[in-house]
């Protein structure tokens, strides 16, 4: 149960850098240039669905989609709230700051990007055969065709 929580654990700290790198980025690099902080911000929004796609990949194959979903589900929920709320501490800015429209903004943002993230891997991976349940049918499928059908007389 441990390692669960660690993966967990791991994924929402890995989804929480990669929105810390970029408001870093911008805060360094882009602190005036609304167009090129955009960029950037798109530019994170597609990491995080790209890193939940892999993750969806990885773990839809070995793990039922049932378990794997509320692993990502838990781990998008605790980097969503850190990267709404301690994300902009990190560069020197209030979280609510922006107003309450900036503030839903990220959130719905983060969550589209999350959901898109999750339903590209395992799109890919159903389409690919990989998935739990495809592989759980094909070892049923070659286990029961060697076993001929018996004939009852009466």
């Known amino acids: 149960m441990r390692d669960r929580w660690r993966a967990v654990g791991v994924l929402a700290a890995a989804l929480f850098a990669v929105n810390a790198v970029a408001r870093v980025i911008i805060k360094l690099g882009f602190d005036g240039n609304d167009t090129a902080a955009d960029r950037v911000s798109l530019g994170m929004f597609i990491v995080v669905g790209l890193v939940l796609a892999?993750?969806?990949?990885?773990?839809?194959?070995?793990?039922?989609a049932a378990r794997w979903g509320t692993d990502v589900a838990a781990a998008v929920t605790v980097a969503l709230l850190l990267t709404v709320l301690v994300g902009p501490l990190l560069v020197g800015n209030n979280p609510f700051g922006g107003g309450v429209?900036?503030?839903?903004?990220?959130?719905?943002?983060?969550?589209?990007?999350?959901?898109?993230?999750?339903?590209?891997?395992?799109?890919?991976?159903?389409?690919?055969?990989?998935d739990h349940r495809s592989r759980q049918l094909q070892r049923y499928a070659e286990r029961n065709v060697g076993k001929p059908r018996r004939v009852v007389r009466r």
């Open 54 to 64: 892999g993750v969806v990949f990885a773990w839809g194959r070995v793990v039922p």
């Open 101 to 130: 429209g900036l503030f839903f903004a990220q959130i719905w943002l983060y969550l589209a990007a999350a959901a898109a993230g999750v339903a590209i891997g395992y799109l890919v991976l159903i389409a690919l055969g990989r």
